[in-house]
DNA sequence: TTGGGTGCAAAGGCTTTGCATGTGA
DNA sequence: TCACATGCAAAGCCTTTGCACCCAA
């Protein structure tokens, strides 16, 4: 996504949608999602979101980034990625680039803390497969996988 | 796992693990243990164990719980699962089942909550193509599926 | 105008830590 | 004996909540 280009279609987009629910268009709103829809790709933490929108909009207060953080959840336009230190963190959602609404999958490195994404339908299979042995009919899942990146691996 | 049968080979690997650490045997560390091995599969809180302990062991602390948790994950006695409730779960590993080392993935209910288990091979597939694709080397995983459980669906 | 939104500070809730006492080796 | 372990309570830390003020519609 490049800035300026798909951006303000994004906007509009969560304008309506804001609209649609009942929620207010507010300038708090509006800056978060930017903040977020400028780093795809990056996990951001709730104190991380919260200085980068203080840049631009100084007097904002943490308590209305958390809650804008967890509208924008709701109403999946982010993503959650606890990485169990402490932190919860979020991302702009890819949904619209994934036909079936599946997340995509992290690669986190255990040396330098990087993360990696990647899209795979594999897990289709084993879904299937889950469902005709187990009865059990999976909607969403979350897929972390721990090891060593190239970078690190090469030194 | 049978009481009576295999748990006592596996505390005495416990015992053993414990001092070959330099660590030392209390009362304490054997009941928690005792307490999650009497319940594989089951996905316990600090506060559950805690709970459950305190029966045989009504003097323990909290705090020696949570303690005695880091240091059985720290070992690789225990797997950690975190459903982003506010707590985090603990069950006793099955790694001595699972040859490769990973662990084994849950099956979330959205409906019922309860937690199902499964082993599958299926990711080294995966894993194999990601080291080729990205040079990222795999050592561990964690895969958490949501959906409906049988039970659940056939209501 | 007016009900939802915001900012600040206080409260919550799980987990960790400090310290004096206890105990396994 | 003595270093490690424990219990209790206090502190930490991320996140949520209460409330008076503010502002989008």
Known sequence: MKL????PDNQEQFKNLLKQNGLKVTT???AILEVLSCRPGEHLTA????DLVKVKYPEIGLATVYRTIQM?????LIDKLNLDDGYVRYEISRKNHDENGHHHHHLICLDCGNIYTFQDDLLETLETRIKETLGFEVVDHEVK???HCKNCREK
Do not use: H
């Not at 300026?4 to 951006?7: A, H, L, S």
């Not at 924008?72 to 999946?76: N, T, Y």
């Open 4 to 7: 300026g280009e798909d951006m």
């Open 28 to 30: 708090q709103r509006i």
């Open 47 to 50: 104190e991380e979101i919260y």
């Open 72 to 76: 924008l959840s709701d109403l999946d």
């Open 145 to 147: 996988l721990y090891g």
